[in-house]
């Protein structure tokens, strides 16, 4: 009739997948990667990543970022991880800024947090 089946689970996690996929912002992107790696939604946590890799030099900026552990800014910085344009990888490497300063702000900062 004029009723379907009701959606399977594996329908709604990909409704709600794509619907997060398209929230994606620097802001949000980390979190959401933890998200859907915490849930094992494999699609959502790869447009995630792919997302914080094309727009790293704005992810690096935000709360999310600071928030992140140590492991997961070194996995965040290696360089077979980001993906930035040329002018944007010019940029970040002009830096000079050495992995174990950004780790020891880092710490640092959730310090003052607590």
Do not use: W
């Amino acid at each position: 009739g004029r009723f379907s089946d009701p959606p399977t689970l594996n329908e709604i996690v990909s409704a709600c997948s794509e619907f997060l996929g398209g929230q994606l912002h620097p802001s949000n992107c980390l979190g959401i990667a933890a998200f859907a790696e915490a849930h094992s939604c494999a699609t959502l946590e790869e447009t995630a990543i792919g997302y914080v890799r094309d727009h790293f030099m704005e992810v690096m900026n935000c709360e999310e970022f600071f928030q992140l552990s140590p492991a997961n800014i070194k996995l965040l910085l290696s360089s077979d991880y980001i993906h930035a344009t040329s002018e944007e990888h010019n940029e970040f490497c002009a830096l000079e800024i050495p992995l174990e300063h950004l780790l020891l702000v880092h710490l640092l900062g959730q310090e003052n947090r607590t």
